[in-house]
Each structure stands twice: as C-alpha cells, then as structure tokens.
T-cell receptor, first 114, second 109 residues
Framework: EAQVTQNPRYLITVTGKKLTVTCSQNMNHEYMSWYRQDPGLGLRQIYYSMNVEVTDKGDVPEGYKVSRKEKRNFPLILESPSPNQTSLYFC?????????????FGAGSRLTVL | GQSLEQPSEVTAVEGAIVQINCTYQTSGFYGLSWYQQHDGGAPTFLSYNALDGLEETGRFSSFLSRSDSYGYLLLQELQMKDSASYFCAANTGFQKLVFGTGTRLLVSP
C-alpha cells in the first residue's frame, strides 16, 4: 500500500530532551515536507526537500532540523524541544513534475513538550 | 506577509451545494490546492488549479481566478461524510506551500 509512515504517533517529552520524528514514504516521491498544525492556525510548513540532500526552510523552521540522506526518509529533529513546539506534526510527500502539488500526508504525530 | 483567508465555518444540509471561498495574498503564486481533513485524520488531496477556470472531479469542483487572487471549492450533492475541514493551499514556488486556516463544514440531515 502506498503510504507515508510517521513515528511516533504520540509522544510526551520534557523541555530540552532531543527527539526525532521519523517519516518514510514508499512511493519513490521526490518531494517531502513537514508541517505543524495548531488550532486556528491551519497547517504551517516547517521544512521541505526537493530531493536527496536538498532541503530548505518553510515558514516556521526555528527550533527544527531535517535531513534527507535517502529518498524515502525525511526525519524531523527537535534538538532542544520547548513547550511552544507542542503540536500535531504531519509529514507529506509528492512526485515531481505535474504531480508535485498532490501531497500524500502521513497520519500525524502528536507531540507534547512539558 | 503571506496569507490565505477562508471562512471559519460553513453549514449546509444533505443534498445541498456549498461553496468555500479562498482569497490569497502571497509573494509568489503557482497554483491553488484544496485538501479535506476529517477530525483526527490526515489531510487528503482534493484538487489543484494552476490555471484560471474550473476543475471538476466528481461531486467536487474547484475554481481559480488569478486576476482576483481568489478561488473556491464547490461541493455538490452534499453527504454527511463531507462534514470535515477544508483547507486551501497556495504553492508559492519550489514546493513552498502556504495553507489557509481551514473551513469547518457541518452537514446536517
């Protein structure tokens, strides 16, 4: 089944404890991206990647890091999480070319930072 | 800044037609997408307009007017399962997407 898989789905952590949210897609998609969703604010893009080793900042990149060492994986790293990073996070992927605007989203990762 | 404005909530009855509007203000613009998200679920792609005009996909249609910086999603023959949040998203270049804050659609019997 074609899908984007995120882990963990739920996580409660404490301020300053580094964490990584993994994202993997099995569709051989070139584009991958991370979003956070907060009530009343919609989805905001954190980082995106056009291909392996090519990443760029979205609208809210502060406090996050990403890497794209393999085409299928695009982990989101919070080096020193803070309470304002408590949110619902979505990873998404899409093909290149004409399919670039058809995003497939993962199921989401709900993160709570205490 | 960049922004997309949508109504926060729309209500309708089963079988009706509803239109969800989206006006955008972005520094670059390559097209407008629409996504549906049920409570507790992930957004799912509905449609994409790169050019002016109407795109039809079954009961859903989407329209774009670049000159007016405006688009809408039209849902026909509403069903209870259409109750969800709907987001417009502008592609501002190189996979940079800016989403609207979403419109919650409530369909009643």
């Amino acid at each position: 089944e074609a899908q984007v898989t995120q882990n963990p789905r739920y996580l409660i952590t404490v301020t300053g404890k580094k964490l990584t949210v993994t994202c993997s897609q099995n569709m051989n998609h070139e584009y991958m991206s991370w979003y956070r969703q907060d009530p009343g604010l919609g989805l905001r893009q954190i980082y995106y990647s056009m291909n392996v080793e090519v990443t760029d900042k979205g609208d809210v990149p502060e406090g996050y890091k990403v890497s794209r060492k393999e085409k299928r994986n695009f982990p989101l790293i919070l080096e020193s999480p803070s309470p304002n990073q408590t949110s619902l996070y979505f990873c998404a992927s899409s093909r290149g070319g004409s399919g670039a605007n058809v995003l497939t989203f993962g199921a989401g990762s709900r993160l709570t930072v205490l | 800044g960049q922004s997309l404005e949508q109504p926060s909530e729309v209500t309708a009855v089963e079988g009706a037609i509803v239109q969800i509007n989206c006006t955008y203000q972005t520094s670059g613009f390559y097209g407008l997408s629409w996504y549906q998200q049920h409570d507790g679920g992930a957004p799912t792609f509905l449609s994409y307009n790169a050019l002016d005009g109407l795109e039809e996909t079954g009961r859903f249609s989407s329209f774009l007017s670049r000159s007016d910086s405006y688009g809408y999603l039209l849902l026909q023959e509403l069903q209870m399962k259409d109750s969800a949040s709907y987001f417009c998203a502008a592609n501002t270049g190189f996979q940079k997407l800016v989403f609207g804050t979403g419109t919650r659609l409530l369909v009643s019997p």
